[in-house]
C-alpha cells in the first residue's frame, strides 16, 4: 500500500530525548509493512507513532541487516533508499 507519510528529509536515529514526526511514521509504516516491525503493540496500540524510540531503532537494525547495510539504527539516504525498495 501507499506510504501516507513524507519521506524524512533529515536523518532519524535513536536519541534522547527521541526524535518524532512524520518523516518518522514514513520509517514505521515501511518497517511494519515489511514485517520488521508488529502493526500494535503490548497495549494494542499502534506501533506507526512517530516516535523514533527503542522499538523502531530495533526494527530498523534488523531491517539494515537484512538487506546488508551498515546495521547502525540510523536512517539516512542509504536506508531510505533500501526501504523504498519493493
Known amino acids: 500500500s501507499i506510504n501516507p507519510y513524507p519521506e524524512p528529509k533529515r ?5 534522547k ?4 514526526g512524520q518523516d518518522v511514521m514514513w520509517v514505521q509504516f ?13 497495549e494494542n496500540k499502534s506501533t ?14 534488523a531491517f539494515q541487516k537484512s538487506v546488508n547495510i551498515n546495521s547502525d539504527s540510523v536512517v539516512g539516504q542509504q ?3 533500501f526501504l523504498k525498495k519493493a
Open 17 to 20: 530525548p527521541n526524535m518524532s
Open 30 to 42: 515501511i518497517l511494519v509493512q515489511k514485517g520488521f516491525m508488529a502493526s500494535r503493540d503490548d
Open 11 to 15: 536523518i532519524l536515529k535513536y536519541k
Open 79 to 81: 536506508t531510505r533508499a
Open 48 to 61: 506507526i507513532d512517530g516516535i523514533y524510540g527503542e522499538g523502531t531503532a530495533t526494527a530498523v537494525r
